[in-house]
């Protein structure tokens, strides 16, 4: 036959069942970190960008008007040499230009021969409204240098509808030698065809 055990239990204080009502508990006060202050930024300025400036059109030279400007061409002759060098000519021809329209031609041109002078001479242009003198001059050049082609002109005289008339600038003047300089049954030093160009 089984024993029986007998529990001994002993009374206990009077004790407060635990409640379910939630009993707030207070959070700890969370503690901030230390805020670094710096100096605030100044703003980020773009430089403004740099203007396109488109240069005007160029403007153009003024042009110069040589009244006496154009070609002419004729015959000429030598009538005067230093030692062998022919140094005298005399041109006789026709020009068209743009301030006189045609015109005859008549020139005294000489070298330089023994002279310390630059060749030069003059050049009429006649026509029947009047004439005009250019003088001409060209480069310093050695004795007894031949005639040169190229020389600098202005003008020195103008009558009729041209009186008062200005110019100058640069021709040239190319002369052409026969091969017998004979005209009309004279010789001559040389003689020659010519072209004239202002």
């Known amino acids: 036959?089984?024993?029986?055990?007998?529990?001994?239990?002993?009374?206990?204080?009077?004790?407060?069942a635990p409640s379910l009502t939630p009993v707030s508990v207070p959070l700890p006060t969370p503690i901030a970190a230390p805020v670094k202050v710096t100096a605030a930024a100044s703003p980020i300025?773009?430089?403004?960008?740099?203007?396109?400036?488109?240069p005007?059109?160029?403007?153009?030279?003024?042009?110069?008007v040589h009244p006496v400007a154009g070609f002419?061409?004729?015959?000429?002759?030598?009538t005067l040499q230093a030692g062998n060098v022919p140094t005298?000519?005399?041109?006789?021809?026709?020009?068209?230009?743009?301030?006189?329209?045609?015109?005859?031609?008549q020139a005294s041109i000489y070298g330089v021969g023994y002279r310390n002078a630059p060749?030069?001479?003059?050049?009429?242009?006649?026509?029947?409204?009047?004439?005009?003198?250019?003088?001409?001059?060209?480069?310093?050049?050695?004795?007894?240098?031949?005639?040169?082609?190229?020389?600098?002109?202005?003008?020195?005289?103008?009558s009729g509808a041209y009186k008062g008339m200005t110019d100058s600038g640069t021709l040239r003047l190319s002369r052409y030698a026969d091969l017998v300089p004979v005209r009309n049954g004279i010789r001559y030093c040389e003689a020659g065809s010519f072209r004239l160009i202002i």
Not at 45 to 54: D, G, N, S
Not at 72 to 78: A, L, W
Request: charged residues 20%; aromatic residues 6%; contains cysteine.
């Open 45 to 54: 300025v773009l430089p403004a960008p740099t203007p396109i400036i488109v």
């Open 88 to 105: 005298g000519f005399h041109f006789t021809g026709v020009m068209d230009t743009k301030g006189m329209g045609r015109v005859t031609v």
């Open 119 to 158: 060749a030069g001479g003059r050049i009429t242009l006649t026509n029947g409204k009047g004439s005009v003198t250019i003088e001409l001059t060209a480069l310093p050049q050695p004795k007894l240098s031949k005639l040169p082609e190229w020389f600098r002109y202005r003008i020195v005289q103008s």
């Open 1 to 16: 036959m089984a024993r029986k055990t007998h529990l001994r239990c002993e009374r206990l204080d009077d004790r407060i």
């Open 56 to 64: 005007p059109p160029p403007v153009p030279a003024p042009t110069v």
């Open 72 to 78: 002419g061409s004729g015959k000429y002759i030598c």
